[in-house]
Structure formats: structure tokens, C-alpha cells
């Protein structure tokens, strides 16, 4: 039989379009145990404990099956939704997982990193160093006149210097002034209170103040102050004894960011990193400076707590 009779052969013609189909089949259906190994989602014995657990944490019993098969069915969809987005590339250049991200790693390293209780001298040390932290802070009782800047403009400094001279010479303090929202007398404020009250301009100028007399104007975030500081309470340092609870948590917690950054310190050798200088010197607006771009609202993730 000639070539050209093999050619026109119509059994040659199945046999190869037979074969282009099963090669087709063969790239578009993947192999079986490849799917059972990237796509396989297991719900363990292990897992239906946590779900268990979970739900009586939030509800003060054990769930029925009916529950536990919603709680399955939960788990399954945000697992499968968790790696497509992952398949998606959904995790990268998000900043909001990124920072969850190195929150958990934080939170695993500070588990790693836990510091045995120290003994007496070690934390009598630890106290020593940051003796001024623990003390009890100094305390101020006074009265005010209020001169408020929305209302009297460029005139109030003017009225409030005169009523300072008034106000010494007998003058009734309902006489000058206007009226105040949080009252005219204050007593045993921290400089902490007055700075939140006040802002901390006048919580520096009070501190200043003379004691007995009046004096001012002082300057607060509602206007101008004329003040008369009655009594005053230094700071008091403390003993170790009278705060030892606190500072034993403030040491081990400083222990662990240690610890913690040194593990940091120590993955950062893994990489090479390059930052560009001269664009960080730039002075803004210049060409080598980073372009600006509009901020981006997010929900804030509150760091882990550490001790003041």
C-alpha cells in the first residue's frame, strides 16, 4: 500500500483523532492525587474539638449535631474562600494583613521568648533604674477665674490682667470672668489630670505659679486663666515593697520586647536589605522624594499592651 493510501486511510484518521483527544482529557482533567494533595480539606476529630469548645465558650453549652454541622459548614466556606484569595494573590500588598500577620508573629515569638521571675536583687535593680516612674506624682489644689477668648476675642488678656490686680485687692471672684463648664475649684490634681483637663501648656505655666496669691493669665485649650494655687504636694518616691506587683509585670514585660527584638534582630540577618538613602534625605517635593499619596482609612489593630 502506497503512502498516499495510508494517508486517506480512515482508520488512521480515528486512531490519531482518538489521540488528540485523550491528550486533550489528559492536560485538561488533573491527576487525582494531585488534587488530594492541594485541595484536600480535612475536618479532624482535633478540629471538631476546638469547634465544640468554641461554642460553648460563646454559649454556655455544648452544641447538638445539627449545630456542629453548621459550625462544619462555616468552617468549610471560609476555608475554601481563605485559599482562593491566598491562589489570588489576595494577601499581598494589603496592609491591614500584613500587619495582622506580623501581630501574630509577635504574639508567637513573645510566647518563645518567656523570661523566668527574677530574683530579689534583680528586680530591685530593674526598680532602682526607674525609681521616678513609680514614685506618686505632686499634687495642686487651686481656684480659677475664667476669661474665655471665643467670647471676648483680643480683649479677654486685656480683662484678665486687670481682674489679677482686682482679685488682690479684695475683689469678689463672681465679680470677673465668665462662666466654666467643669466649675472654679479644683483639688489634688496630678499634673497627668491638668494636662487632660487643661492641655499641658497650663498644667507647665500652674506648675510655675506662685502659691497664695492670684496671678496669671494662664493659657488653656478653653481661653485664659487667672489662677490661685492654695496648697501643693510634692512628689513622694516608694519603696519597692509598695509597688512590687507592678513592677515585677513592667520587668518581665520589658524582658520579653528584648527578647522579642532580638529574635527580630536576628531574622533580619536572613535578608538583604537595601534602603534608598538619598530619597529618605530628600526633602519633600523634591525629585528624589517619594511621591505622595492620599491616605488610607483602615480599622486600627491595637499593638499587645505594654506596661507604662
Known amino acids: 500500500m502506497t503512502m498516499i493510501a495510508y494517508v486517506k486511510e480512515p482508520l488512521l484518521h480515528f486512531l490519531l483523532l482518538g489521540g488528540v483527544l485523550f491528550g486533550f482529557h489528559a492536560w485538561m482533567t488533573p491527576d487525582t492525587a494531585a488534587v488530594d494533595s492541594t485541595r484536600r480539606i480535612e475536618i479532624t476529630a482535633g478540629h471538631l474539638t476546638q469547634m465544640r469548645e468554641g461554642y460553648r465558650r460563646q454559649y454556655q453549652r455544648l ?15 471560609e476555608e475554601v474562600l481563605y485559599r482562593e484569595a491566598l491562589a489570588l494573590g489576595l494577601d499581598r500588598d494589603d496592609s491591614i494583613v500584613r500587619r ?48 474665655s477668648t471665643q467670647k471676648r476675642g483680643s480683649q479677654a488678656e486685656a480683662a484678665a490682667k486687670a481682674a489679677v490686680i482686682a482679685l ?15 466649675g472654679f475649684e479644683f483639688a489634688d490634681q496630678t499634673g497627668d489630670d491638668l494636662t ?36 501643693r504636694l ?26 522579642n527584638q532580638t529574635l527580630v534582630d ?11 538613602d538619598a530619597a529618605v534625605r530628600a526633602p519633600p517635593g523634591s525629585p528624589r522624594a517619594p511621591a505622595m499619596t492620599a491616605p488610607v482609612t483602615a480599622p486600627a489593630i491595637t499593638p499587645p499592651a505594654t506596661a507604662p
Do not use: N
Open 196 to 231: 487632660a483637663l487643661f492641655g499641658g501648656v497650663f498644667a507647665t505655666q500652674l506648675a510655675a505659679a506662685p502659691q497664695g496669691i492670684w496671678s496669671g493669665p494662664l493659657t488653656s485649650s478653653y481661653g485664659l486663666h487667672v489662677v490661685h494655687v492654695t496648697a
Open 266 to 276: 536576628q531574622l533580619q540577618q536572613r535578608y538583604v536589605i537595601v534602603i534608598d
Open 234 to 259: 510634692s512628689g513622694q518616691s516608694v519603696a519597692l515593697t509598695e509597688v512590687r506587683e507592678r513592677v515585677l509585670r513592667d520587668y518581665l514585660e520589658d524582658q520579653r520586647l528584648r527578647a
Open 100 to 147: 495582622r500577620l506580623a501581630q501574630k508573629m509577635e504574639f508567637l515569638t513573645g510566647d518563645l521568648a518567656q523570661t523566668a521571675p527574677p530574683d530579689d536583687a534583680t528586680l530591685q535593680r530593674f526598680f532602682d533604674g526607674r525609681a521616678g516612674q513609680y514614685a506618686k506624682p505632686g499634687r495642686v489644689t487651686f481656684r480659677h477665674v475664667f476669661f
Open 168 to 182: 488682690t485687692q479684695g475683689a469678689s471672684e463672681d465679680s470677673v470672668g465668665d462662666g466654666f463648664l467643669h
Open 63 to 77: 452544641p447538638d449535631e445539627q449545630e456542629l454541622r453548621g459550625l462544619i459548614t462555616a468552617h468549610l466556606r
